[in-house]
């Protein structure tokens, strides 16, 4: 099973749209959850950290379900810029391992 | 201008031929990593670091090697090259919070090719 499991998508929606991607990971002793945004053939960059009780960050919230194990990122009215490929990633228990998942790809249409 | 920085952005070499990918951070940040990125498989964790002379295999360390011989610096070392290593590879840095490692900054990427 892997450590971290993302939908790929593609989403494809329309400026102005509310869009919400989730990730599921395996081990329940995780300790740091993150989304990362990656534009084409560049390096991944922080989005948000996702903290438990939720966290918000203008059109961007995060929230983290421990009981079932997922994480999710809501973004609302979509904007054009932002279209890209967003990566869960969580930090293993030992604090020292990262696991990303595949990414999940959005595509905001004019 | 805080960063982390890669060399060479692209090679492409033959089998068997020892390449180095620098990676170097000016933020003193105690852990480095790196990783390969391939479609459909996201990005794997090849090996890390959490401060000097201390390494740690990720998910992917057969045919890589690396060194932690100054803070800043953490190359990437190819002894005998394989096609199979044909891969994006990300270089990244974070500082410690506790016991956790934090947010991780990337380098560029290389992009590597081997024939």
């Known amino acids: 099973r892997k450590e971290v499991e993302q939908d790929p998508g593609p989403f494809n929606v329309p400026e102005g749209a509310t869009v919400a991607f989730n990730c599921t990971y395996s081990?329940?002793?995780?300790?740091?959850f993150f989304w990362y945004r990656q534009d084409c053939r560049k390096e991944p960059k922080l989005l948000m950290s996702?903290?438990?009780s939720g966290n918000e960050d203008g059109r961007f919230t995060a929230q983290l379900n421990r009981a079932s194990q997922y994480i999710s990122l809501l973004i609302r009215d979509s904007k054009l810029s932002d279209s890209a490929t967003y990566l869960c990633?969580?930090?293993?228990?030992?604090?020292?391992?990262?696991?990303f998942g595949t990414g999940t790809s959005l595509t905001v249409i004019p | 201008e805080a960063q982390v920085t890669q060399n060479p952005r692209y090679l492409i070499t033959v089998t068997g031929k020892k390449l180095t990918v620098t990676c170097s951070q000016n933020?003193?940040?105690?852990?480095m990593s790196w990783y390969r990125q391939d479609p459909g498989l996201g990005l794997r964790q090849i090996y890390y670091?959490?401060?000097?002379?201390?390494?740690d295999k990720g998910d992917v360390p057969e045919g890589y090697k690396v060194s932690r011989k100054e803070k800043r610096n953490f190359p990437l070392i190819l002894e005998s090259p394989s096609p199979n290593q044909t891969s994006l590879y990300f270089c990244?840095?974070?500082?410690?919070?506790?016991?956790?490692?934090?947010?991780?900054?990337f380098g560029p990427g290389t992009r590597l090719t081997v024939l």
């Open positions: 990244a840095s974070s500082s410690f919070s506790g016991r956790m490692s934090d947010t991780q900054y």
């Open positions: 081990n329940s002793a995780s300790q740091s």
């Open positions: 996702v903290y438990s």
């Open positions: 990633v969580v930090n293993a228990n030992t604090g020292n391992q990262f696991y």
């Open positions: 933020m003193n940040h105690e852990y």
């Open positions: 670091s959490m401060n000097v002379e201390v390494t």
